[in-house]
């Protein structure tokens, strides 16, 4: 599982990023992006997240837990402290591009001449002149500097964009761990950015040559700062990939063209600041905290060109930071240098710029310490009249950083005017910086200010709403949330709005909103896409409005004839990962022991191929991918239950099978399943196969706890219908120890991963050099840093083969990158490393050429649970493992041969390899007898189990075509 956030500053070619990024998703994944996106139940995720907070990272975590993937995210966000920790540990890789800034502020003004012409307001419509941006570049590169500092971050300059794009897709697969479907990328994303504006010129550095004389100096003089962290990267970047001597001649050639342009000869004479004692005075007033007298300083500035003013005021932060380097002082010193900077390019004489400053400073000192009066919040609206766009924004950003409690925000979101594009920005940025940092409540303020500005940001009010219950709210969220009327609002925005009520309680609007989306798709003024119509008939289920869900819901299908037996597996789809695997085993038994392949249902998002060859029927509407706070209404409940008997009522309108298997069964399907079951009576499935993989046991204590007896109720229900003759199972001792407790009566048997018997099938090796290694994901905690030691200490001729994904060792921080390049730089025969994810049958390649699996889990990770584990002994392989793990009894438990080691300890693993290497010839006979002795492995009892029930049944080959017609006379008689 990987989360990939695309990140970049404006104008950066952050899109042909995004597209690259996308590309290697689609490959690896096997489906286009919405498709994957519908596959684990989140089919309404925006590609642009403003800001990937962790509730977001969780829910995509959540959702893929089961399987790999990729998912990728857009975002121009700043990294906050959340996002940063995310990307140093491992949870989230970064690709981010970046360009010049001085680049930038060209291409910003030429966005903006384009959306102003075509009637656009997306953005760059509001920027005419170079100072305009300046402020909001400025912003962005902060992000620049935050990226730079943090591990495993892939940073593209713009210039190989726009010059060497073939490099870039090396650059962007070699990170995601897919350098060996480069070509294929390449070919998909050259035709993907044809028509972007940024990449048909191929050229980098235009503001040398297309800004005036005027502008280039402003860029150059205002942007210094951001222009050297540029340089920092850009050569940073060659010069990992071997190319720094090309970085200094594009840099150098870069500065002697600039210099040309700007000669001495040519610039203004800038007047000094001959009057340190009025500096001084002006300085200490500031400190002190007295009223400003800034008339002096309006009279001084006021007969200055821009240049000297700018100086002047310049002159005067840095005499207060040299005077006192207190909090205060420091940040005085910010609108001091910002909208020093923004006064130094405005025309001075209008008194209305100068006295700008007056009362914006004015403000501050009283937010700083607390004596703001009212007639400050309204001389500082004031101000605000007449000042430039980013002026405006930028004091309005200090206002809100500096506030020192909620009554002061709450006076000062009143004061100011928000039908002033300057302050809507500076207020949403800050709304999204508080939900970043984990506080809700004051981004509950920011985000219910702009959605009662009455501007329509119904966004505003969504994200008001989450917050406000985040906080605990819940009636003020509510009062939002009836301000929103579903018939006016967006199209795209309808579905949210249902969610947004809901989460707050608001059933009644969620239903609405839901309903209004029918209408309109109905009225043929909506499209309703594959990936939004699940979502939509769940919130009209969970509101009770069946009548609505029904109108809109594709129709489940009613077989003409209903297969002997049915792996029913709501919710997903034949694509691949952890569910394609248990449909296979399942089908090969029941083939198998049945003499008739069953029939597999899924659902009809997309065609995959995972179950090609297989007899698949697309009929399911139930999508157990709900929110489970949701479930807590009994609405939520009733509706997601009755949408499971429904599809099961259909598929057996005309039949019932003998057997039916749901193996990856959700604890909160279950109400539903017995539902189906009692209503069918004695005409129900005569051996049901129960998987209870997700048992949901959080999520059921809550629903019996705001419902009493409903659980306890259900699996009681579950123990009368599910007859002797059913098979109940789970993969770990504390699902099973859970449901013991739940439902004693019901015998739950301990099958860990069933499908481990595939690995019987692959070819036998029989060498006398045994070849050590491990598969799988690459955590820290299955003991990969340890196993590259053991491979640095280890004899030289031992043979190694370890799949694992160089990014994310990255991000551990303890050496092991460093040690994995320094191994893979040695170039030696016997070690082989695997990239990333292994595509296709690439995992079960890998394994057949293994020898000897070396798992030196730790006990925390040991204790879930171990597929690979079985594997290993379905596929008659040598183990080596930690004592601490808890595996070593499951293996005494069958008596399989291993050898055992202590976590963690590279030392060990290497004298062990050593050990097992010299006396391989006695390890592979003791798993030879071990074969022979026909152990009773999991996958070998639960077949024994199955088949000792159909014969019990009459089910088996020969009794089939009597059993099938009295079954079917039974169901006709029972409805």
């Not at 089919?43 to 907070?53: F, G, H, N, R, V």
């Not at 009637?119 to 005419?128: K, M, V």
């Not at 036998?764 to 070849?771: A, C, E, L, Q």
């Not at 008659?876 to 300890?905: F, T």
């Amino acid at each position: 599982m990987t989360i990939v956030v695309a990140n970049g500053l404006p104008k950066s070619g952050s899109t042909c990023i995004e597209y690259t990024c996308g590309a290697v998703a689609e490959m690896l994944n096997g489906m286009p992006v919405a498709e994957f996106k519908s596959s684990i139940g989140m089919p309404d995720l925006e590609s642009y997240i403003e800001t990937p907070d962790e509730e977001l990272i969780v829910r995509i975590e959540t959702a893929m837990s089961d399987r790999d993937g990729m998912i990728i995210l857009k975002s121009h966000t700043l990294l906050d402290a959340f996002l940063s920790e995310s990307v140093t540990s491992g949870r989230i890789s970064v690709v981010a591009s970046f360009r010049d800034p001085r680049d930038i502020a060209l291409s910003m003004l030429d966005a903006g001449k384009i959306e102003r012409k075509t009637g656009s307001s997306r953005f760059f419509y509001q920027f005419e002149n170079i100072e305009q941006v300046i402020g909001p570049i400025k912003w962005y590169s902060h992000n620049l500097s935050v990226l730079s500092r943090l591990p495993n971050v892939c940073l593209i300059p713009f210039h190989l964009i726009a010059k060497d794009f073939p490099f870039v897709v090396g650059m962007v697969t070699d990170h995601l761990g897919a350098g060996h479907i480069r070509d294929q990328v390449y070919e998909d994303v050259s035709g993907k950015i044809a028509d972007l504006p940024e990449f048909n010129k191929g050229i980098a550095d235009r503001f040398v040559t297309e800004l005036s004389d005027e502008d280039l100096r402003i860029v150059c003089e205002s942007l210094k700062e951001e222009a050297a962290l540029y340089d920092v990267c850009f050569r940073d970047v060659f010069q990992r990939y071997g190319r720094l001597k090309e970085a200094e001649d594009i840099i150098a050639e870069r500065d002697a063209r600039i210099a040309k342009r700007l000669q001495p000869s040519t610039a203004k004479p800038v007047k000094t600041v001959e009057d340190p004692d009025s500096l001084q005075q002006i300085a200490m007033e500031i400190l002190k905290r007295k009223p400003l007298d800034f008339s002096r300083l309006s009279a001084e500035v006021g007969g200055l060109d821009r240049e000297a003013a700018a100086n002047k005021l310049r002159a005067v932060k840095d005499h207060i930071q040299a005077k006192s380097p207190s909090q205060f002082a420091m940040a005085l010193s910010v609108p001091l240098a910002i909208l020093g900077d923004q006064l130094g390019r405005e025309k001075l004489r209008r008194p209305a710029r100068v006295k700008f400053l007056v009362p914006t400073l004015s403000l501050a000192i009283g937010l700083l310490d607390g004596s703001a009066k009212d007639r400050d919040f309204r001389a500082f609206a004031s101000a605000m009249v007449g000042a430039s766009f980013a002026a405006r924004r930028e004091a309005v950003t200090f206002m809100i950083a500096n506030v020192q409690s909620i009554d002061a925000l709450k006076r000062l979101l009143a004061a100011l005017n928000f039908s002033d594009g300057a302050t809507k920005d500076a207020v949403r940025k800050a709304a999204m910086a508080s939900e970043a940092a984990g506080d809700p409540l004051h981004a509950a303020h920011f985000w219910e200010a702009l959605a009662l500005s009455g501007s329509a940001q119904v966004w505003a009010h969504l994200s008001a709403i989450r917050n406000w219950v985040a906080t605990g709210e819940i009636e003020r969220a509510q009062l939002i949330s009836k301000l929103l009327v579903p018939a006016d609002a967006r199209g795209d925005a309808l579905l949210s709005m249902a969610r947004a009520m809901r989460l707050c309680g608001n059933y009644e609007g969620a239903v609405e909103a839901a309903r209004e989306t029918v209408r309109r798709v109905e009225g043929g003024t909506l499209e309703l896409t594959p990936q939004n119509w699940r979502p939509l008939v769940n919130q009209l289920a969970m509101g009770g409005d069946f009548k609505s869900a029904d109108r809109i819901s594709p129709k489940a299908m009613v077989p003409d004839q209903v297969a002997r037996c049915v792996i029913f597996d709501p919710g997903h789809t034949d694509g691949p990962g952890h569910h394609a695997i248990y449909n296979h085993f399942f089908a090969d038994v029941l083939g198998e022991l049945t003499g008739e392949p069953p029939e597999i249902i899924v659902g009809r998002q997309y065609s995959g191929i995972s179950l090609e060859g297989r007899r698949v029927r697309k009929s399911t509407l139930f999508a157990p991918y709900v929110d489970p706070k949701d479930l807590i209404d009994p609405r939520s409940v009733e509706g997601t239950n009755r949408f499971l008997k429904g599809e099961l009522d259909s598929l057996f309108e005309n039949g019932v099978p003998d057997v039916l298997v749901l193996h990856s069964l959700y604890g909160r399907m279950l109400p539903g399943l017995v539902s189906c079951l009692k209503d069918l009576g004695q005409a129900r499935p005569r051996v049901l196969i129960l998987g209870f993989l997700n048992a949901d046991q959080p999520l059921l204590a809550s629903l019996e706890a705001a419902f009493p007896g409903m659980v306890a109720d259900t699996f009681k229900a579950l123990s009368e219908v599910s007859g002797a003759d059913s098979i109940l199972f789970a993969e770990t001792s504390a699902t099973i120890d859970w449901l013991g407790s739940e439902a004693p009566s019901i015998p739950v048997e301990k099958f860990p991963y069933l499908p481990s018997e595939r690995m019987m099938r692959l070819p036998r090796r029989d060498v006398d050099h045994p070849t050590f290694g491990i598969l799988g994901g690459t955590r820290q905690e299955r003991g990969i840093g340890p196993i590259l030691q053991a491979i640095e200490i280890a004899p030289d001729d031992i043979r190694w083969l370890v799949q694992v994904d160089g990014e994310v060792v990255s991000r551990w921080n303890n050496g092991a990158h460093d040690r994995l390049e320094r191994l893979r730089a040695a170039d030696r025969a016997q070690v082989e490393f695997l990239d990333g994810m292994l595509p296709g049958t690439g995992y079960e390649d890998a394994f057949a050429r293994l020898d000897v699996l070396v798992l030196p889990y730790t006990a925390e990770y040991g204790m879930r649970g171990s597929g690979v584990l079985w594997e290993a002994i379905h596929g008659r392989k040598a183990l080596i493992l930690s004592m601490e793990s808890g595996l070593c009894s499951e293996l005494d438990a069958v008596g399989y041969p291993y050898l055992g080691i202590p976590a963690g300890d590279p030392q060990s693993i290497a004298k062990a390899v050593a050990e097992m290497s010299e006396t391989w010839p006695g390890t592979k006979a003791a798993i030879a007898a071990f074969h022979q002795s026909q152990p009773q492995l999991p996958a070998d009892v639960f077949r024994s189990l199955l088949s000792e029930r159909l014969s019990k049944l009459d089910l088996a080959r020969d009794g089939y075509r009597r059993h099938r017609s009295t079954v079917r006379s039974a169901n006709m008689r029972s409805r």
